[in-house]
């Protein structure tokens, strides 16, 4: 098939950035987005133009590091990442415009590239559970309820792609940050840290310079992995009790 | 290029660190003997961690729990991105919760005779030792693993063993693992024990006066190059299954690393033991970029089968029970579906030369589950495989509860690597290597789920108890900059990069990659032969004088470059593989994922020759395009005696 | 040696230092617990409304009744309290209310339009039209009340402006196009702020789960529909003479 697509075109930082548009030609259905990207930039090498620039890595859908918005949507138009959206849910003919996330704590590096550290930094400011190598008692020491288990597994799918953010209209990583408050706290192992972490992954949160939720949804709409938007109301419950319970 | 498969035999290597006694005490007495580091003096120590994998990021962590300074990289932008994240099945452990007769005895030998017994058995017995610890370790980090209702821990059995020793969490394990090693890193960071550098690829080893005392590398982002000096440096960045340039590995997953620590004098082990997953999905076409795997935990319900008539083109709903050929439970009735995946992706190979496989090209079996459905009911089957029919069904448009999978094996793990010692030491003293970047623990052949217990038994157990030794038993002191082995290789760096950009060919850095990849399936792939071997080898120098004459990057080295990197990569890719079809060549034996034809039984299976062969093979750089030498460690077989691996 | 072993222990381990705000301070300086002042005092709200509606329900038995519950409401508490005294609690618990739901709105809208500095170049319809115009239903709603104040409390800008006979001003009031006009518009932005505001409140205090979400948001809208039907039924009622 054929395709207009419009693509965010910005060198660097600090450099201003257009829409720029493309033809490609001979796409086959089969191919996912990213390759119909790499079949663009295979063309642009060899027409000694600057190929575009995009986060990929595993193009199975886990490792997180691929996305865009697509007409958009952040992933596009099916419930998944980028690499696994596959040209059969586009026509002949059709117009698909590509933009970077779009969000003040994930300023664009270049082109399609943007800068999510600040989700790491979430992380590393709770989002663990502090169990140094070494000093963990035997597995079966503490079983964990099997819905409790199922509960803690569904939150720590996300991949840290940052969608949510994304398609947010507040730039807001509640989604984000509740997965993995949500799975830490629900499980017995997470129970002593249970109130710094949801007190500090918060306050790195506001610090990144993402929104506060407005309750739009749009979040949960775009996670590729399901995070469901009651996490958030289980994050702000934790919060709340955090807040009265932590130990000054 | 003759000369270079005139290669020389060099002096025999040996590991001189395992401590002689009785297998199961080997790692306790290396531990005790080994030297401690004060641990008031070990933040003076700086320790470089290059990747963030299970074996990188466990590693990582715990060297800075210890108190060590750890400077690490990923070329990521986050290190919880690394290629660990993509294991689907599980990880073993020897813990016997099954009361099914496992024991990390069991666990040794089955690692040993699945790996075809080319494996070294000190540290494969440490290997099954460490996994119990493993488990707790996970548990302890919030790890969500698939639990029974009673809240225990659930297990199933994996391709190979008789035993239910793998933990699971869904289709997912290896994504939650390493999800708990980067926290457990993260925490480090946060702490300011770690110092990490996303986005940023070693392109050299800094070796000074003999020993690995830093690394060059490149801002991905920026494009400066710098250099950063440690005490030791530890290589955690995986496997080279991207020289095949279709693999199951992430796209950016590179050799580089290693094969610039190897042209420093590392030797590089047993590069020709490549494993070929059976379970993935057939390529739908010249676009495809990469190949998606399906864990093979699916063969544990599903059954495999190819039509038993030639060019039997019916939808396979249209073939009756009696017409189809459930070739692995025909051939291996005690294993079935459940043999290693070496013997599973040469069953698959030879059912589609006979001209029965199935799907577009005829390069594909079914992986059915209609039997697990009706057996179980689809919700079951939902639950244990959910992720993974969905995955399938994304990419190929066919629903596998109603239509059965269709699967093609595809390079997936090496298990050839950088030669190292019990204490995971390279050949050049200060460098590491850990995780899939050594030659390992997993012979010729890997087993499942095995790889995530490698990486993080590496990580998290054994190189925070050896790395001690050396940096106990070595001068602290500083790196002079201005040293001349840190000029040459800051200025190797750049020059390469600058010609890189300089060429402005006529041919993408892919089209050379893809074209490499295809050379290499064909010759050193599933199945390899003297003959075809001689080609490659004729044909891979020219490739790499056309590549440094007709490749064309585009843009500067001072910016984010995506071709840059790649040519770079492709560029160190044409040396690798190059040794790769000589070590394939020199190995005139038949051993788990390495199958010469020359050497088969005569109903086709592999054929070992441990007079000849029971060795490692460590090679030694000595220049592009110049005949290694090869240096090699004998195998000895005390507790595990070599037989004819038998899984019918 | 023996007593540097736990300082370096500490030091490598130890990965949280200071001390933490109290309760308060951590609910106003973060989003989320500026959510929850936004929460807290819209319920506060919304129930104050809830009585309101059914009171103002009550201009359908005539005049004299709602005349009397006028005064009525002034002499609650006696003679515990002064004669409407408690009118001037609940006016200030609701000053206050709107005060602080309207300041953390404020603060919130700024730091999220902050954070999301550029549009998609490609534009397409998010979320429901409820949640989209909170920010302007809120502003209209704030203008509003004070209009409302002016119109029927103060009496600044009513028709009749009688003091004692609200009866009688409202229905003066009503007989204003205009006055009808501004009235309904804001019910209806009330009954959409509502039916996110709601919803979104009970996510915000973490009442929202799986098994609510459906209860929660059919509440959600049946108290916006109710509550827009009974504040608009009594313009409607003036309009067409059934009230007069």
Redesign the interface.
């Known amino acids: 098939m054929r395709l207009t697509l ?1 693509i ?1 075109r910005q ?2 930082p600090e450099q201003p950035g257009t ?1 720029t548009a493309y033809e490609v030609d001979g796409i ?1 259905e ?3 987005f ?2 119909m990207l ?2 663009l930039n ?1 063309r ?3 027409d ?4 575009v ?1 995009f ?11 691929c996305g865009m ?1 697509i ?3 952040a992933h596009g138009p ?1 419930r ?1 990442t980028t690499c ?1 959206l ?1 040209m ?1 849910h586009f026509s002949d003919g059709d117009t698909i ?1 590509i ?1 970077p996330w ?4 994930f300023p664009v ?2 082109d399609l ?1 943007v ?3 600040a ?3 979430i ?3 709770g ?14 020491a ?5 819905p409790v ?2 509960t ?2 569904e939150h ?2 996300c ?2 792609c940052g969608a949510c953010v994304a398609a ?5 990583a ?1 989604l984000f940050t509740s997965a993995k408050v949500v ?2 706290n629900v ?1 017995p ?2 129970a002593p840290e249970r109130e ?1 972490r949801v ?2 992954m ?2 790195t ?2 610090a990144e ?10 979040c949960a709409v775009a996670c590729p992995k399901g995070i ?3 996490s ?9 009790r955090a ?2 319970r ?3 | 290029m003759t000369s270079y498969t005139a290669y020389q035999t060099g002096e025999p290597i040996a590991d001189t660190k395992a401590p002689a006694g009785p297998i199961e005490e080997r790692w306790d007495r290396r531990r005790f003997t080994a030297k401690l580091v004060n641990p008031a003096n070990r933040r003076k120590h700086t320790v470089i961690v290059v990747g963030t994998g299970l074996a990188g990021g ?1 590693a990582g ?2 060297l800075a ?1 210890q108190g060590y300074h750890v400077v690490q990289f990923c070329y ?8 660990s ?2 294991a689907q099945g599980g990880v073993n452990a020897a ?1 016997n ?1 099954r009361n099914d007769g496992d024991s990390i005895h069991r666990l040794f030998y089955d690692t040993v005779k699945g790996g075809d017994f080319r494996a070294r058995e000190s540290n494969v017995r440490r290997l099954a030792q460490v996994s119990v ?1 493993i ?3 996970c ?15 659930d297990t199933r059995s994996f391709g190979g063993v008789q035993v239910s020793r793998t933990f699971y ?2 289709g ?1 394990t290896g ?2 693992l390493l ?1 708990g090693a ?3 890193l ?2 480090q ?2 702490a300011g024990n770690v110092e ?1 550098h ?1 986005r940023t690829e070693m392109l050299d080893l800094v070796v000074v006066d003999g020993r690995a005392r830093g690394i060059v590398a490149r801002d991905l ?1 920026t494009g400066e190059i710098s250099t950063h000096f440690a005490d030791a440096v530890v290589l955690a960045s995986g496997g080279y299954g991207n020289v095949f340039y279709l693999s199951t590995n ?4 590179n050799a580089t690393a290693i094969w610039r620590a190897h042209r420093r004098g590392a030797h590089f082990a047993n590069p020709c033991f490549t494993q070929i997953h059976p379970t993935c999905i057939p390529r ?2 010249d ?4 190949l ?2 399906m864990s093979e935990s699916l063969r544990n319900d599903g059954r495999i089968w190819v039509p038993k008539a030639k060019g039997d083109t019916r939808a396979p709903g249209r073939i009756p029970e009696d017409e189809r050929d459930y070739y692995l439970e025909r051939i291996y009735p005690s294993f079935g579906n459940l043999v290693p995946r070496d013997i599973a992706s040469r069953a698959a190979k030879n059912v589609c030369d006979e001209g029965r496989g199935v799907g577009p090209g005829g390069q594909g079996v079914y992986l059915d589950f209609a039997d697990a459905i009706a057996r179980m009911g689809r919700d079951k089957v939902a639950e244990k495989y959910g992720n993974l029919f969905e ?1 399938y069904e ?2 190929t ?1 066919e629903d596998p509860y109603e239509v059965p999978m269709r699967i093609y094996p595809a390079i997936h793990y090496t298990m050839g690597g950088l030669w190292v010692d019990y204490d995971l030491q390279t050949t050049v003293p200060g460098l590491f290597a850990i995780g899939e970047a050594n030659f390992s623990d997993h012979g010729a052949n890997r087993l499942g789920a095995s790889a995530l217990m490698q990486g993080l038994a590496d990580g ?2 054994v190189l ?1 108890s050896t790395i001690n030794d050396y940096l106990a038993r070595h001068p602290h002191d500083t790196v002079d900059p201005q040293h001349p082995s840190v000029t040459e290789a800051v200025e190797g760096v750049t020059a390469r990069l600058e010609k890189l950009l300089s060429i402005d060919g ?1 041919r ?1 850095p ?2 050379f990659h893809r074209e490499l990849g295809e050379l290499l399936w064909d010759d050193c792939g599933m199945a390899r032969n003297a003959t075809g071997l001689r080609k490659a080898l004729e044909r891979i120098p020219e490739l790499r004088d056309e590549f440094w004459r007709r490749v ?1 990057v ?2 500067g080295g001072e ?2 470059n ?2 840059l990197e790649k040519a770079n990569r492709i560029a160190d890719y044409f040396e690798l593989a190059e040794l790769m079809c000589l070590d394939a060549l020199h190995r005139e034996e038949s051993c788990g994922g390495h199958f010469r034809e020359e050497s088969q039984t005569p109903d086709g299976e592999a054929a070992r020759d441990d007079d000849r062969f029971s060795y490692v093979a460590a090679w030694e750089f000595r220049g592009t395009g110049a005949a290694p030498v090869l240096h090699k460690e004998q195998l000895v077989f005390e507790y595990v005696h070599p037989t004819q691996r038998s899984y019918a | 040696m023996q007593g540097v072993l736990p300082t370096v222990g500490v030091m490598a ?1 130890a ?2 230092t200071g ?2 705000p ?2 308060l301070a ?2 106003w ?8 002042v936004m929460a807290v005092t819209g319920v506060i709200m919304l129930l104050y409304l809830v009585a309101h509606m059914l009171g103002n329900l009550k201009i359908f038995f005539g005049s004299t009744e709602f005349n009397g519950y006028a005064y009525w409401l002034r002499t609650i508490g006696e003679p515990a309290l002064h004669y409407s005294w408690f009118l001037w609690i609940v006016r200030v618990v609701l000053v206050a209310a709107v005060v602080f739901h309207g300041v953390a709105a404020y603060q ?1 809208s700024r ?14 319809p ?2 429901g039209y409820a ?2 115009t ?1 920010r302007w239903g809120g502003i209209i709603l704030a203008l509003f009340i004070v209009w409302h104040l002016l119109d029927l409390t103060t009496l600044t800008v009513n028709p009749r402006g009688e003091a004692g006979h609200p009866y009688q001003n409202v229905v003066a009031d009503f007989r204003n196009w205009y006055a009808d006009a501004i009235y309904i518009v804001a019910m209806l932005a009330l009954g959409l702020h509502i039916r ?1 505001g709601l ?2 409140a ?9 098994r609510r ?1 459906a209860a929660l948001k059919f509440t959600a809208n049946a108290l916006a529909l109710v509550l827009t039907a009974g504040f608009v039924a009594v313009p409607v009622s003036v309009m067409t003479g059934v009230v007069s």
């Open positions: 419009r965010w060198r660097g829409m086959s089969d191919m996912s990213l390759e790499d079949t295979e642009l090498i060899l000694g133009d600057e190929p620039a986060d990929h890595d595993c193009r199975e859908g886990i490792c997180g590091a918005v007409n958009g949507q099916e998944t696994q596959h059969r415009d933009e779009r969000a003040a704590a590096v270049k590239v800068d999510r550290s989700f790491d930094r992380i590393g400011s989002g663990y559970v502090t169990a140094p190598t070494g000093s963990a008692p035997e597995a079966h503490t079983p964990v309820p099997k288990a199922d803690a597994f720590a799918e991949i840290g947010c209209p507040n730039g807001s509640m799975h830490l499980l192992q997470g710094s007190l500090d918060v306050g949160m506001d310079g993402f929104g506060g939720c407005t309750n739009t949804g749009e469901p938007l009651q958030i109301a289980t994050m702000n419950r934790e919060f709340l807040a009265r932590a130990p000054r | 466990s962590a715990t729990e990521q932008d986050s290190p919880r991105r690394a290629h994240i993509a813990k919760y610890e488990i707790d370790q548990v302890a980090q919030g790890v969500p693993f698939a639990r029974e209702y009673g809240g225990l821990l969490a869904r997912q994504q939650q999800l980067y926290q457990a993260s925490r960071i946060a990490m996303a982002v992430a796209k950016n997953s739908s076409g676009h495809q970029s990469k998606t795997l995955m994304r990419i448009a998290y157990f925070p006529d993408t892919d089209s064309k585009p843009g910016e984010l995506q071709s | 381990l990965t949280r001390r933490r109290s309760t951590t609910l300086r973060s989003t989320v617990g500026k959510k929850t919130l730091r999220d339009l902050g954070a999301r500095p550029t549009a998609y170049a490609h534009r397409r998010r979320a949640t989209r909170m996110h919803w979104s009970a996510q915000t205090l973490g009442a929202n789960s799986a979400d």
